[in-house]
């Protein structure tokens, strides 16, 4: 590869020899030797990886859109769980009021049993009394658990609910997932397509152009190359000048952007 200063037909000093994309302030030339640059072919290239690239990033985000799914799905049904949960809690509830219930019960057998033994008219009111306040508290209680079978209809109609919900939900959600494993499987069909198209273009480009490619993709985020646009380095936006164009347009030679040393070239309309 024969690398020269655009502004002079001699070969600069060793130290002073350019490297392909660290030369700011100057364009670089590497002229190929006995072959015609081919910048479709280059283009090419570079379409191929950056589909390669898109299709890679979304292949990527994949695996946690599916995971995400399943988060989902389960957090449809923990509402379910949740309802049931309640509804045991309330179950628990009442069995402990119905014992409740029963041990006040006993307290009033116990109290009309001692009711026959009193020998003052005091002792067998304040027996009265403490009937009266045990059943008082039985008639509570009694409230407090039809109150909570009323509540467990109301949640056992939510676990209906739920799900139902949960359900129609998970089918929904499955079907993504499938949607998505599809796209999966085509994506990663389409990459394999892509690269075996790159594997097959790569020879078919004069070596020394595609060892300079492959060396602008490592620096300059995979983007090799620039086009020029109304005079300008379409990606760094710096002004190409008229000379520069010039050679630019025999497509003779391999022109680095002096500023972001991507190889140029000039956009047809066509392409
Ligand atoms: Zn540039």
């Known amino acids: 590869m024969q690398c020269r200063a655009y502004s002079s037909a001699v070969e600069p000093p060793a130290h002073n020899r350019l490297v392909p994309g660290s030369n700011p302030g100057r364009p670089t030339f590497i002229r190929g030797k006995d072959v015609d640059i081919d910048f479709n ?7 191929l990886d950056e589909e390669i ?8 985000k994949i695996p946690l859109q599916l995971k995400d799914i399943d988060i989902n799905i389960e957090t449809q049904f923990q509402a379910v769980t949740q309802a049931q949960d309640n509804l045991a809690q309330n179950q628990k509830k009442r069995r402990t009021r119905e014992a409740d219930i029963q041990d006040i019960k006993a307290h009033i057998d116990k109290y009309k049993h001692q009711l026959g033994g009193v020998k003052t008219n005091k002792e067998y009111s304040a027996l009265l009394k403490e009937i009266e306040e045990a059943q008082s508290k039985i008639d509570q209680k009694e409230e407090e658990i039809i109150s909570e079978m009323l509540n467990a209809d109301d949640i056992g109609d939510e676990i209906q ?24 499987k085509e994506l990663e069909e389409k990459n394999k397509e892509l690269t075996l198209k790159k594997e097959a273009l790569i020879p078919l480009i004069p070596k020394e152009q595609s060892k300079l490619y492959l060396e602008i993709f490592k620096t300059k985020n995979g983007i090799p190359l620039s086009p020029v646009t109304d005079d300008f380095c379409s990606i760094c936006q710096i002004r190409i000048r008229p000379q520069v164009l010039n050679e630019l347009k025999a497509e003779t030679q391999i022109i680095l952007c002096e500023n972001c040393g991507r190889i140029l070239y000039i956009k047809k309309k066509s392409s």
């Open 41 to 47: 072919k280059l283009i090419n290239l570079q379409n």
């Open 53 to 60: 690239k898109q299709i890679t990033l979304i292949l990527k």
């Open 161 to 184: 609910k739920a799900e139902l919900k949960a359900n129609e939900a998970k089918e929904k959600l499955s079907k993504d997932k499938e949607a998505l494993i599809f796209k999966k």
